[in-house]
């Protein structure tokens, strides 16, 4: 009999794409998978293909030793409560402890790299998460997913209508892999029914600055764009001018800090080496996503 592999956040963005993998790439049956979410009504689809859905809600960690019975291995995709310090942390540390009771046999986790040492204001929940795995004293599989190429979907747009991209990271550097390829790769470990404990960087296959991240996209879409450099002062006012709110311009600002003290100029071979593939390149992805790039 196979493992029954669990996936909670089964109904966001990287959840749905990690089960869509374990279905289509690595042949998963539907019956051995579990999708798991605070609205099951959003996961109609997967019951449907024959996929067990459950709630669990990491709010209420009363539904979580319930939800997570029966599961072999369970992926926690670390949620999206960032507005609140310590919210996330709380979470995943009770999902950690509802796992251990609920006889979960291997626990896998998405984190970010090196959050021993990182500057982006999130860091603390994912490096107190990979130490209550850790703690736990369950095998474990830690998946720390470099910045998403998908963040740049976000501002972008509005940069290429001005020709001007406004950024605080110097001449540091980042290598961004796309959210698509992490959802293979953690497919890809949890279909691998290792015993053992591992933690995997995945990363794309090059480390880019800023002015180097700007030619690629205007040079796939088609339309000029300049890295502008500024201060985190004035990075963090233009976002907050933008209407966005303070912890949101908060954590794009640490992320810009984090890239131009170094901590994100990270490249492995760890995507190739859980999935046999190569990691798709920011040009690539450009222009797969011209349209949504030049909207």
Not at 5 to 10: F, M, N, R
Not at 198 to 212: F, K, P, R
């Amino acid at each position: 009999m196979s493992e029954t592999i669990l996936i909670t956040g089964a109904a966001g963005q990287l959840g749905q794409r990690v089960i869509h993998h374990l279905l289509e790439t690595y042949k998963v049956p539907a019956a051995s998978l579990i999708a798991a979410s605070r609205d099951p009504s959003k996961l109609a689809s997967l019951s449907a293909k024959g996929v067990v859905t459950r709630a669990a809600d990491f709010d209420d960690p009363a539904t979580l030793e319930t939800a997570f019975k029966g599961a072999d291995r369970l992926l926690i995709i670390s949620t999206d409560a960032l507005a609140v310090p310590g919210q996330r942390l709380k979470q995943h540390t009770a999902a950690v402890e509802a796992a251990a009771k609920a006889g979960v046999k291997h626990i896998a986790y998405t984190s970010m790299p090196s959050p021993d040492k990182s500057l982006v204001t999130f860091a603390p929940d994912h490096l107190g998460t990979e130490n209550a795995v850790k703690a736990s004293g369950l095998p474990y599989t830690i998946v720390r997913n470099a910045w998403y190429m998908d963040n740049y979907l976000h501002g972008m747009p509005h940069n290429l209508q001005g020709g001007s991209w406004y950024t605080s990271s110097g001449d540091g550097k980042i290598s961004n892999i796309s959210r698509e390829d992490c959802a293979i790769a953690i497919a890809a470990a949890l279909a691998s029914g290792t015993a053992e404990s591992a933690t995997y960087t995945v990363t794309g296959s090059e480390s880019l600055n800023a002015d180097e991240i700007a030619a690629i996209i205007a040079d796939a879409v088609g339309k000029p764009l300049k890295a502008v450099q500024v201060s985190d002062e004035q990075l963090g006012q233009g976002i907050r001018g933008a209407g966005l709110p303070g912890f949101v311009a908060d954590m794009l600002v640490s992320a810009d800090a984090n890239i131009r003290a170094g901590n994100f100029d990270i490249v492995t071979t760890d995507f190739t080496k859980l999935t046999g593939k190569q990691p798709e390149t920011l040009k690539d992805f450009a222009i797969a996503h011209k349209a949504a790039l030049t909207a």
